[in-house]
């Protein structure tokens, strides 16, 4: 039986080899497969591999998603509307973290923010290793990061935990060392299921498919973009103040449209890309993580906190996203944000006083 069962898998790797799409439902059931461990470890990789070549289409990574959120994904309920933003990572050039970053600019905000991350597979510091380095308690139950979103405004699902994902996401990530389709997949399995969102994909042409499927699993509103870097190719799973950003936005009226930008119109100056290249060292990166929120005079990272920020406050508030900008060039300015950091550390956390001494530790 099993031999059958890996026959009919190997059928579906063939066919993504040969540039073959799935339908969702077939991408569902090759995922529930991967996710149920019902095929061997090695096929299990040459098909993330082999759907990562071949590019994922929307109905792809929709019916991965669907597996994904059906088997092996914690349900939390959470009163009143919540906004999620990440980025996919698996994008060519890699800056600090600036989505955390933008997160906390938005919860000081008065956004209500329910975020869904992993460790860095492909980037130096993901999104939990950076808010485990501010004291954030990243292996705590789904329903504490929940309560953090209401009491804290900010609150952070580990996805690759069995608190948020009890299963095998966990397993699998933790085996794998490239981008897969589980970057955008499994970031979309909130616990909470945000229905509005801003997200960074890792290349242009994935921008409108990932709004096409934030629109197939229910968002009301979200937008998607890449941003890119004038005079080279690569690119980052951010709004850009280095070059043009490119968007598709899902409007309250379930219409998709594209438009791209230059941070200029927003009264931003274009930055060196290498100003907002992350450190290697993890405790020097979150203690100039922190320092965004102390009135920093690194103007490059503020900058483009501020303009992913403003996106947030334009999806969650139907700004526009100049007004959006303009907010978070405030709070930056103010210092607020560090406040909002301390109540996250104390709320999303089975030891509070740990969690500060390390935030607090970070500022000396």
Request: net charge neutral.
């Amino acid at each position: 039986m099993q031999t059958n069962s890996d026959k009919e898998f190997g059928a579906f790797i063939t066919r993504l080899i040969q540039k073959e799409d799935l339908t969702r439902q077939e991408s569902k059931e090759a995922f529930q497969t991967i996710l149920r461990d019902q095929t061997t470890e090695l096929q299990q990789g040459a098909f993330l591999a082999a759907l990562t070549a071949k590019g994922e289409t929307a109905e792809e990574v929709a019916g991965s998603w669907e597996a994904i959120y059906e088997l092996d994904t914690v349900k939390v309920d959470h009163p009143g509307p919540v906004v999620e933003n990440s980025g996919t990572g698996m994008d060519s050039f890699k800056t600090f973290n600036i989505s955390t970053a933008a997160s906390i600019v938005a919860a000081s905000g008065g956004v209500p923010m329910a975020r869904h991350g992993a460790r860095s597979i492909t980037s130096m510091c993901g999104t939990v290793d950076m808010a485990e380095m501010l004291g954030v308690d990243v292996e705590c139950q789904a329903e504490l990061v929940a309560d953090s979103v209401k009491k804290a405004g900010i609150g952070l699902f580990n996805g690759m935990s069995p608190q948020s994902h009890p299963k095998a996401l966990g397993r699998i990530l933790s085996k794998i060392h490239f981008g897969s389709t589980l970057n955008i997949a499994a970031s979309l399995a909130n616990p909470v299921m945000p229905k509005i969102g801003v997200r960074g994909v890792y290349s242009k042409e994935m921008v409108l498919p990932v709004i096409k499927v934030m629109k197939a699993i229910g968002y009301k509103r979200a937008l998607v973009c890449h941003g890119g870097i004038d005079d080279s190719r690569k690119g980052m799973d951010e709004a850009s103040v280095c070059g043009p950003t490119f968007c598709a936005e899902l409007k309250e009226n379930q219409k998709i449209t594209e438009f791209s930008f230059l941070p200029e119109e927003f009264g931003l100056n274009r930055e060196k890309p290498e100003l907002l290249a992350p450190s290697q060292d993890l405790e020097r990166e979150a203690r100039d993580f922190v320092a965004l929120f102390r009135k920093t005079k690194n103007r490059a990272r503020a900058k483009a906190v501020a303009l992913n920020a403003g996106l947030i406050f334009y999806v969650a508030d139907d700004r526009s996203i100049a007004d959006g900008v303009r907010k978070a060039e405030a709070i930056l300015k103010k210092g607020s944000g560090f406040e909002t950091m301390e109540r996250w550390v104390q709320i999303q956390n089975r030891d509070p006083q740990k969690g500060i001494k390390r935030l607090h530790a970070l500022c000396n």
